[in-house]
């Protein structure tokens, strides 16, 4: 009598995830592993900690492209497109060894003796942007 094929189904469970390499492992007929080498790459969700990291890097991606707009609007009249300055605003280059960020803020937000706060005229998550632009770009 020829043997009958043996059929296995596979579900994934956290409890057959291999967590050191993303790998699922799958189980065997007698409930043994088969080594993630002779498995078929099978996709697994990253661990939230990935995904936070993940979105937090791309809240600052669109956070510095949304602070470029209001730089672009705002500021490069003065400070120039390039941080570079002009006779109306200092340069800005070198800014994210100059100062930092909350430094930077609150001199944007309340102003200091070269020029006026922009409280009244931005909102709190446009002066951050801003922030966030400044100490990337230049």
Known sequence: MPASPVVASVVATPSTTAPSTGVMKTPTRQGEEVPPSAQANVP????????????????????????????GATCARCHGDNGVGSQQGSALLGASNRWSGPTLLNELTNGHAFTFGF????SADELTNVVAYVLASF
Not at 48 to 61: H, L, M, N, Y
Not at 119 to 122: N, P, Q, V, W
Request: charged fraction near 20%; avoid cysteine.
């Open 44 to 71: 697994v969700e990253p661990p939230p900690t990935v995904i936070a990291t993940r979105i937090e890097a791309a809240s600052g991606v669109v956070r510095i492209a949304n602070g470029g707009e209001v730089y």
């Open 119 to 122: 409280a009244d005229k931005l």
